[in-house]
Nanobody
């Protein structure tokens, strides 16, 4: 019922910036938490940044001070502004949404994931 579509990935040189977007579509009244995860080749998926209740942010230590997560609640869209990119940031970035309500007071549904968008940072 809920679909997440990421965009904004691409190839960038070290020190550059990218802005990722993730739009949630479907019958959505509210989303409790949205976040970004990434998975590099040969590595496990890891948390990059998350926004809980649209205001509480959490960042992986490796991206603190460089990445910023934000939401546009009216558009059910979450963004990840990535600055000062490093080659080690190269990964597939996945959008996540948790605690989705289709209408007021409806039960919350579980995790939803996007298909991922590739971010490649060249040295």
């Amino acid at each position: 019922q809920v679909r997440l579509v990421e965009s904004g990935g691409g190839l960038v040189q070290a020190g550059g910036s990218l802005r990722l977007s993730c739009a949630a579509s479907g019958t959505i009244f509210s989303i409790d938490a949205m976040g970004w995860y990434r998975q590099a080749p040969g590595k496990q998926r890891e948390l990059v940044a998350t926004l809980i209740a649209s205001d509480n942010t959490n960042y992986a230590d490796s991206v603190k001070g460089r990445f910023t997560i934000s939401r546009d609640n009216a558009k059910n869209t979450v963004y990840l502004q990535m600055n000062s990119l490093k080659p080690e940031d190269t990964a597939v970035y996945y959008c996540n949404a948790n605690g989705v309500r289709s209408r007021p007071w409806s039960p919350r549904s579980g995790d939803y994931w996007g298909q991922g968008t590739q971010v490649t940072v060249s040295s």
